[in-house]
């Protein structure tokens, strides 16, 4: 329903070495508003990071502009120091006075910065990073595009959250070092098929054999700000009929109990379009008890993880024919399968500690751990140049030596 819960998906797709695509729009790594909040990230952890610098140095717009930034550089590489270094000493250098107010400016900020990752959590220093530097202000007052990428930004504030509670000793540079080798890992395999993943606007007149729908919540679809208002509920009715019959042969429906969103852990109730579908047409494949765990790599929100914590599928039996226009009817055939993955666990059960494997992305390592989880096998393994990490062994690219 909204770009922003790509983002747990794309985290998983990547670790797992699951190969996608986002249909219509950008990698959720690749959209401009996450680039430059890590760029500010980054710039915290190493004041020597130039390229990061120049990238967020006017932005929002500080009055800073590409002569200046340009002059800059040309000092700094002169001098052979940093360009915050430069901006620092701004008033030593007579091409930089016309500037020298906003770029001391700049430097407050930065120094503010400092202290609020001496101050905070990992977590809410990357709050205040958004707060301080003026980006949130920014993004509000361009309306609903600025709404949209805020939401995007929150949902990397939700990732540092989940990095913090599985890293408790975690530091800032750990973090931008995880999501290095996430953003390293895009289409490992060009010519392997790829998940396509869209929101609902974009798959209309599109057509797939099997189609998931998640977020099936009141406060996610239909939206929050729709619940209230009969003629917004009724465009995102129709919005989930689109969704609906796009699939040909499969349909799963899905829905978190608890998840984490825009940095918040919420429950939500079921949505409203999961309880208008008839009962014989949804066979509900919940586990009996949500089992305790969650997918320790994939980056999902709480509730949501690996292969179906508290989750809710729901599939129709079989229709005679494909949807008509003018009902909700599910698509013709469409069954579904059980929260385990239907892929050989001997893969995963094979791994033994002490063995060593070949990762197409990490190279190679030495298995440290090797344990069973919800139809695979969860395996930590110390890579020689990647260091420790974790994986689905049934989906991530790799095999022993």
């Known amino acids: 329903r909204m770009n922003a819960q790509s983002n747990p998906l794309e985290n998983y797709f990547a670790r797992a070495g699951i190969p996608y695509r986002v249909y219509g729009g950008q990698k959720f790594y690749d959209r401009m508003?996450?680039?430059?909040?890590?760029?500010?990230?980054?710039?915290?952890?190493?004041?020597?990071?130039?390229?990061?610098?120049?990238?967020?140095?006017?932005?929002?717009?500080?009055?800073?502009?590409?002569a200046t930034i340009a002059e800059i550089s040309r000092i700094s590489e002169g001098l052979g120091v940093p360009m915050l270094e430069v901006i620092k000493h701004a008033d030593e250098y007579d091409n930089l006075s016309r500037a020298r107010n906003a770029l001391k400016e700049f430097v407050g900020i930065y120094e503010r910065l400092l202290e609020s990752r001496e101050e905070n959590s990992l977590g809410d220093f990357v709050e205040s990073v958004i707060s301080i530097t003026g980006y949130r202000a920014m993004l509000t007052a361009q309306g609903d595009e600025g709404q949209t990428r805020l939401e995007n930004v929150e949902e990397l504030v939700s990732n540092i959250r989940i990095f913090e509670k599985e890293n408790p000793e975690g530091t800032l540079s750990d973090f931008l070092e995880d999501i290095?080798?996430?953003?390293?890992?895009?289409?490992?395999?060009?010519?392997?098929?790829?998940?396509?993943?869209?929101?609902?606007?974009?798959?209309?007149?599109?057509?797939?054999?099997?189609?998931?729908?998640?977020?099936?919540?009141?406060?996610?679809?239909?939206?929050?700000?729709?619940?209230?208002?009969?003629?917004?509920?009724?465009?995102?009715?129709?919005?989930?009929?689109?969704?609906?019959?796009?699939?040909?042969?499969?349909?799963?429906?899905t829905r978190s109990q608890m998840r984490m969103l825009f940095g918040t852990t919420r429950r939500n109730p079921e949505s409203r379009f999961l309880k208008e579908i008839d009962d014989e047409l949804k066979e509900d494949l919940s586990p009996k008890r949500a089992q305790n765990w969650r997918a320790a790599d994939g980056g999902f929100s709480e509730g949501f993880s690996g292969y179906g914590e508290a989750r809710r599928d729901y599939g129709g039996r079989t229709a005679a024919k494909p949807a008509e226009r003018g009902s909700v009817t599910l698509a013709s055939s469409i069954t579904l399968g059980s929260d385990k993955p239907k892929t050989d666990t001997a893969k995963g059960t094979s791994f033994q500690k002490g063995e060593r494997v070949e990762h197409k992305i990490f190279g190679t390592g030495t298995v440290l751990s090797a344990t069973p989880l919800g139809g695979?096998?969860?395996?930590?393994?110390?890579?020689?140049?990647?260091?420790?990490?974790?994986?689905?062994?049934?989906?991530?690219p790799m095999k022993k030596l």
């Open 376 to 396: 695979d096998t969860l395996v930590e393994i110390e890579f020689d140049k990647a260091g420790v990490k974790k994986a689905m062994a049934n989906y991530a």
């Open 33 to 66: 508003e996450i680039k430059d909040v890590l760029a500010y990230l980054q710039l915290v952890d190493n004041e020597n990071d130039n390229l990061r610098l120049t990238r967020i140095i006017n932005k929002p717009a500080r009055k800073i502009g590409d």
């Open 180 to 253: 290095a080798l996430v953003t390293g890992i895009d289409n490992y395999d060009e010519d392997a098929e790829t998940v396509t993943l869209m929101t609902l606007h974009s798959a209309k007149g599109l057509e797939f054999d099997c189609v998931y729908i998640v977020g099936l919540e009141e406060g996610i679809f239909p939206g929050e700000a729709s619940r209230y208002n009969n003629e917004d509920i009724e465009e995102e009715r129709r919005l989930a009929y689109v969704g609906i019959t796009r699939a040909k042969k499969r349909l799963c429906l």
